[in-house]
């Protein structure tokens, strides 16, 4: 791949910023010998245009021992959060439940309830316990004015997460048995409730006050119930259990999902991922999601194609299919109430590339993100025709992020920090948009089809992410939960958890004005940010073998009372950028590299230029 950039008008000096870097495919560069597919800037994050700098490290703040950290889950205005670590939920060094599931959990806080899904079971919190919700479900009035011996009408949708249901009857004084709409019961026991005088409910008992037929689903009293003491008004009350097998399990098994309504409110949750029904989702009532009706569920595109995730697109709920899905791999849907019942319509579909990674989707600055196989993509609208479509956002990554193992990919997890898109694969490697610095790659093209400035950091063992008080956190899998420093200025945050952070800048082929000729470098110099300690070490390639060039210890430093450190002190005041050069000498090449690296424990390193002198003369001969 030819990687090309701007050269001043010199042909014997090359000044570069960081900026003159940023539209250069740097993960895609062929020469880096020690790994060619590796970018070219490692562990280094931009803070403002034309500057690059060491990422801060990172500090173990709690370790369970074992296990994968899979969730962290808070309920508003709570102090305490639920802690998904392998199996266990744990509150604090308490555990609060047992027989979760081993993989990623997500929640989503309704009211006061916060409701926790692992694709085992759905729980949720109420400030006081954590348990199933299936255990507190709600239990649906599925018939009213009901005759004993059938009819009435429906009123509510049988409940999918639980087995029991209502059914309100307005006796006529003389009949003893009453119908059911469903036999083949449960023995749990039926309870049944007389309207008496005072428009108070009596409940009866089972075995004294009456008989239960469970195949046939009727009730059988000793003394037929009286005629209502409100004129019209229903007067008998049955609740009754009936277990669908697998009804439950549509629910609980589910891994992900988004909150959505009607006219774009976000009152009900949707939820997908059950590997038994891959192209089906389900919906809660609303505010409710202890009652998911068995009439609330869509069936979206093929069978054979999977749900990945969803997105909120202005009032749309879009559901991304998998790479299956040949033709329509986003299903946009609008939701409306029709004869007083929620109705969620499919409006528009949109082609595209599948999506692959459900724990990758997360909004970066209102644009909704996902993984594919070809990168990162937004869905957006086209500057022009207003049409939406999606369009990819990761080009200054793809030629590493795209070369990742497939089943990386899509165990990979994101998370929105600071206005940056983070995306950690195989518990290591982490890609970086920041969405405050798009690029446009070429002016004449809308800017939809812009590029975020990227970056690339390693050695970092995400298996989950989450922001918590303004501070970004992650856990690990096997056990720690660990948070990123945030103090620019402590040299403390250059570690992780004790152990040194190694930064490289590299720069793309330098192959002067023309390719063919004769390149000799004589001269570097770089522009670094003044620290209490930095270094740099500084390398430079000649046919291909990386060489030593120098390392520079004392250039960057300055005095400082409150950060002094003994071993790496300096009598400057001068707070201000400070340069380092160094003479060179790489005869006769057609191009050349040159390699910057910080691997000192506890040092900041911050990159503003690189300046090169070099003459050029003569054809290259190889």
Known sequence: MAVNFSIPKSPSKSIMTIDDFLGVDFSNSPANIDDNKSPNAVNLIRDVPGKVRKRMGYEVIKDYGQGNINGYHTRRGDN???????????????IVYEGANDAISRSWQFNDNLYIIDGKKMLQYDGKSLHTCESVAYIPTITIAKAPGGGGTQYEALNLIQPAFIELFLSDGTSTSYQLTFGE????????????????????????????????????????PGKSPLTGEDNVKIQAYRTVEGYADRINRCKFGTRFGVNGAFDRLFISGNPDYPNSDWYSQQWDCTYFPDTGYSLLGSSKSAIVGYSI???????????????????????????????????NTLQG?????????????????????SGLYAVTAQDITGEKYAQ???????GKLTNEKY????????????????????????????????????????????????????????????????????????????????????????SDNGERIVCQWETPDIDGTLFYKNKTLRYIAIRVGAAIATSVKIYGMDRGLWNFIKYDNTF???????????????????????????????????????????????????????????????????
């Not at 997890?413 to 600071?418: P, V």
């Not at 690339?456 to 939960?481: A, V």
């Not at 911050?606 to 090169?612: P, R």
Request: aromatic share 14%; glycine share 4%; proline share 3%.
């Open 407 to 494: 089943e990386d990919l899509v165990n990979s997890f994101a998370c929105i920090y600071n206005d940056m898109y983070l995306l950690s694969v195989a518990h290591d490697r982490l890609y970086i948009l920041d969405g405050l610095q798009p690029i446009r790659t070429d002016k004449s093209e809308p800017y939809a089809t812009r590029q975020y400035v990227a970056f690339y950091c390693n050695n970092l063992p995400i298996h989950s992410m989450w922001e918590q008080d303004n501070r970004l956190f992650f856990g690990t899998n096997d056990g720690k939960i660990c948070r990123f420093y945030n103090d620019k200025e402590s040299l403390n945050s250059y």
């Open 556 to 622: 960057g430093r300055y005095f400082s009372f409150q950060n002094l450190v003994f071993s790496k002190v300096a009598f400057s005041g001068n707070k201000t950028q400070k340069v380092s050069r160094t003479k060179v000498r790489i005869k006769k090449v057609d191009k050349y590299r040159i390699r910057l690296v910080n691997d000192e424990l506890n040092e900041p390193f911050a990159l503003y230029n690189i300046a090169m002198e070099y003459t050029e003369n003569g054809n290259y001969k190889g």
């Open 313 to 347: 697109i202005s009032n749309y709920l879009a559901t991304h299919k998998d790479e299956m899905e040949q033709d329509l791999s986003i299903i946009l849907r609008e939701g409306d109430m029709v004869d007083n019942e929620p109705s969620f319509k499919i409006i």
């Open 185 to 224: 019961l449960d023995d749990t026991p039926v309870k049944v409730w007389f309207l008496d005088s005072n428009a108070n409910w009596v409940e009866k008992k089972e075995g004294t006050d009456f008989t239960v037929n469970r195949p046939a689903g009727t009730i059988n009293f000793t003394t037929a």
């Open 353 to 373: 590339a599948g999506a692959i990674a459900t724990n990758s989707f997360a909004y970066l600055c209102t644009e909704p993100l996902f993984l594919t196989r």
């Open 392 to 398: 990819s956002r990761s080009f200054y990554l793809n």
């Open 80 to 94: 305490k959060a639920i802690v998904h670590v392998g199996t266990n939920m744990y509150m604090g060094d308490n």
